[in-house]
Each structure stands twice: as structure tokens, then as C-alpha cells.
């Protein structure tokens, strides 16, 4: 055999091209450790310990929602029964075929209300039909509502339903969380509302900044941070000697760890210390609250329940904030402030890219600091009210900074006029 015609026994380069160097010096370590097995490996896990794995894996949001949907058709088909004496539709869920599950489901979009008796909106309505395909799903049953030519009859009722409601102009403003001006937070720090004086309002200040400079979502981002050696939160120092706080994100909405996100670059971005307001600096900030920890806490939480009576330099105790606690943050802090409007830890994220974007920072960098991987950054960019006025005075001429209009070279050139009178001539120049 002629020597460019051996076979290619490089595995690694057709097969295994996602491993890197790195990863080959730890399998052949791991070959040499074998004699170490033991130590290696756990205690055997049980059947239901690896159904807890996989329930601990799925997001907690889509849970809720999917366990909304069912149990919301579960009492629609209780209430058919009832009203129409007729148990056609009363089977359990996942025993329907994908006939009677047509039916079945078109009914229930045109009947289903809230508990006031009022029409959902139309996104509302999608997400009732997205979450019930959610739940065949994670049963083993993988069924598309809106693709499979068998469930074409309610594709076309939730189509029509959803026209029908935007027609009576339900859902067509989305209810998303107000952005917090600078005006507002300047109130805050005037009011001490924000400061670092006491452990309540060090820690309610930590979750305003935290939520702010890194853009962080809601409540259960900011309950995933840890504190320690594993900590996503670290004080960092530039090349000029700048101190910052550099987050890298390891679990998010738009990336939750797994095999379909294995690949994905996390979310690094940075809050430098502000040297010019000490008192509002987030990195001397964040080094008095860590430092406010207990020694030794059993728990790795970042935000630690603050103590009613201060002992000694420890401001908090050896327990984690709730979630719940910490999503009601933000919309406690503005309440406190007097400020009207609909304002969660959401807003935070929103007040960060509209803020960006106000200032004329590239998409792509606010995109960075949000972490988007979309177009989606453009849906928390809020126009504000001083954009808007300069637009309306653009288009109606009465902006003072318009543009104005050239006029033609022959215009701005100096001309000659030339009159002929009474046997004389007379020269006009005008320009």
C-alpha cells in the first residue's frame, strides 16, 4: 500500500473535533488514576434520585405555567360536563386522541376566561395552547399544535380567536415593567432609600446595583448568585489600575447549561468603581457587604437575610434571602420613593439597555451588557420622553436643531443685474 493511501486513524479530528488538547491530557490522567476508582465515583444512585436530577434541571417558570395550563382545562372540562350534561370531553388529557384533542382544545379556546369572567389576552391564549403541547411532551408524547395537519381545526381557532381580540384592542400594549430615570435614582440616594448604613438597606442597595450594572432578570438570577470560590461575581484590576467587578453568568433564561446550550460563550461584563461618588460606588459597596458576611456560612447564597440587631462587624445571618423576598425588591424600593407606575427587578434590566441606548451606545454593546443573543435587546430599549418630543418637533418644523435645508449653488452666488433706464445703465449686484 502507497503511503498516501494509509487510512486515517485521527479520530479526533472527524469525530471528536469539539475536544480540545486539553481535554485529551485529562482522559489519558484519568486512564493512569483507574487504580483510584473508588474514590473516584459516588454511592450507587437510586431509580428516583435520577428523576430528581431531571426534575431539579427543568426551569421552575415553565413548570408553573405548564401545571397552570392543565390544571385550568381540568376544570373547563369539569364545568362542560356539568353544563352540558355530555362526557365527550372528559377524558384525561394525555388518553385523547389527536381528534378528540382537537375538538377538544378548540372548544376550550373559545370558552376558557379568567376568573373575573373576562376575555385572556391573545398572547395569554397562545401560551395556554404552547404550555399543554409542553406537557405532551415532557409525557412522552411529542405532538406540534401548530404544525400537525391533525390539529389544523384549532390552529385556526386560536388564529381567529387572537384576531378577534386585537380587534377589540386587547393585547395590544404589552405590559412591560417601567424604566427607573436617573432623576428617580438620584431621588433615592437623596431620600436614602439607597445607602449602606444599615444591613437592610446595604442589601437592598446591593440588589439595585448588582441588577442595574449587570442587567440581570427578575428575581431567580439574582438568587443564583453565590458567594465564594464559585462565586460569579469577582473584584477584578485593569491595565490602568482600575478597579471593577467583573459577573460571568453560568445559568440564565437564555442559557440553562445543558446539552443544547453546551456550546454558547457565557455573558461576561463589567461595573467599574465610580471614584467621583464613593458613597454609590458598586465595588466598595460590594466589598463592605461581603465583608458584613459571617465567617464560615453553610450556605453559599450571595444575599444573606439581614440581622434585626447588628453582632458586632456581621450584619446578616447564615441564610439565604427567598426568592420571593428578592423579586418584591425593586417595586418595594420604588413605593418607598412615592413613584407611580409598574416597577419589578425587571425594570432593572430594562433601565440598563434604555439607558445604553439613550446614550447612543451601540446595539451590539448593550447586547454584551444584557447578554441577548438576538434582536431582542431592542424590546428593553425604551424611547424616552424627551426622544419622543424631538421627533414630533423634527417632523413639525419646530426644532430649533433641525436640519436646514441648502439652498442651490446659484443660489448662494452673487449675481448681476443690469437695468436700462432713460438712456443710462444702472448695475445691480446682489448676493
Not at 392543565?70 to 364545568?79: A, R, S, T, V
Not at 378577534?164 to 431620600?191: C, F, H, N, P, Y
Not at 458576611?293 to 445571618?317: E, S
Request: hydrophobic residues 30%; contains cysteine.
Amino acid at each position: 500500500m502507497q503511503e498516501n493511501n494509509r487510512p486515517n486513524f485521527e479520530l479526533k479530528n472527524s469525530l471528536f473535533s469539539d475536544i480540545s488538547s486539553a481535554d485529551d491530557e485529562n482522559i489519558l490522567q484519568c486512564s493512569m488514576d483507574m487504580e483510584r476508582m473508588d474514590t473516584r465515583f459516588r454511592i450507587p444512585l437510586k431509580a428516583q434520585d435520577l428523576q430528581q436530577m431531571v426534575e431539579n434541571g427543568k426551569s421552575t417558570k415553565t413548570e408553573n405555567k405548564t401545571r397552570w395550563a392543565i390544571d385550568l382545562f381540568h376544570n373547563w372540562q369539569k364545568q362542560r360536563e356539568q353544563l352540558t350534561k355530555n362526557r365527550k370531553y372528559s377524558d384525561p388529557i394525555l388518553k385523547m386522541s389527536n381528534s378528540l384533542l382537537n375538538e377538544a382544545l378548540s372548544f376550550f379556546i373559545g370558552e376558557v376566561r379568567n376568573e373575573a369572567g373576562s376575555e385572556y389576552r391573545p398572547n395569554t391564549i397562545y401560551e395556554l395552547v404552547v404550555s399543554i403541547q409542553h406537557h405532551f411532551r415532557t409525557n412522552g408524547r411529542f405532538i406540534s399544535f401548530l404544525d400537525d395537519q391533525s390539529f389544523a381545526g384549532l390552529k385556526a381557532v386560536l388564529d381567529s380567536k387572537m384576531k378577534e381580540l386585537s380587534k377589540k384592542g386587547m393585547g395590544l400594549q404589552r405590559r412591560q415593567a417601567d424604566v427607573i430615570s436617573q432623576v428617580q435614582e438620584e431621588d433615592m440616594w437623596r431620600t436614602n432609600i439607597l445607602g449602606s448604613d444599615t444591613p437592610q438597606k446595604l442589601l437592598d442597595t446591593m440588589v439595585f446595583m448588582i441588577g442595574l450594572n449587570f442587567a440581570l432578570r427578575a428575581g431567580q438570577e439574582h438568587r443564583n448568585l453565590r458567594f465564594g470560590g464559585h462565586s460569579q461575581i469577582c473584584i477584578r484590576v485593569d491595565n490602568e489600575n482600575r478597579r471593577y467587578l467583573e459577573y460571568t453568568e453560568d445559568v440564565s433564561k437564555t442559557n440553562r447549561g445543558g446539552i443544547l446550550h453546551r456550546k454558547l460563550d457565557p455573558k461576561i461584563t463589567r461595573a467599574y468603581g465610580n471614584l467621583k461618588q464613593p458613597e454609590r460606588c458598586i465595588v466598595m459597596l460590594y466589598t463592605k457587604y461581603t465583608q458584613a458576611r459571617p465567617d464560615n456560612c453553610k450556605t453559599d447564597a450571595f444575599y444573606l437575610r439581614a440581622r434585626k440587631y447588628i453582632n458586632g462587624n456581621v450584619w446578616y445571618q447564615d441564610a439565604a434571602v427567598g426568592v420571593h423576598i428578592l423579586q418584591q425588591t425593586v417595586k418595594r424600593l420604588c413605593e418607598q420613593a412615592g413613584f407611580q407606575g409598574f416597577f419589578t427587578n425587571h425594570c432593572l434590566r430594562a433601565t440598563a439597555a434604555t439607558r445604553l441606548y439613550s446614550a447612543g451606545i451601540d446595539e451590539q454593546l448593550i447586547s454584551e451588557k444584557t447578554g441577548h443573543r438576538s434582536n431582542a435587546v431592542r424590546a428593553y430599549k425604551r424611547t424616552s420622553d424627551q426622544q419622543q418630543s424631538d421627533m414630533s418637533d423634527i417632523l413639525s418644523g419646530n426644532n430649533a436643531n433641525s436640519v436646514q435645508i441648502p439652498r442651490k449653488e446659484s443660489e448662494n452666488r452673487g449675481s448681476t443685474e443690469i437695468n436700462i433706464e432713460s438712456g443710462g445703465i444702472k448695475i445691480n449686484v446682489k448676493y
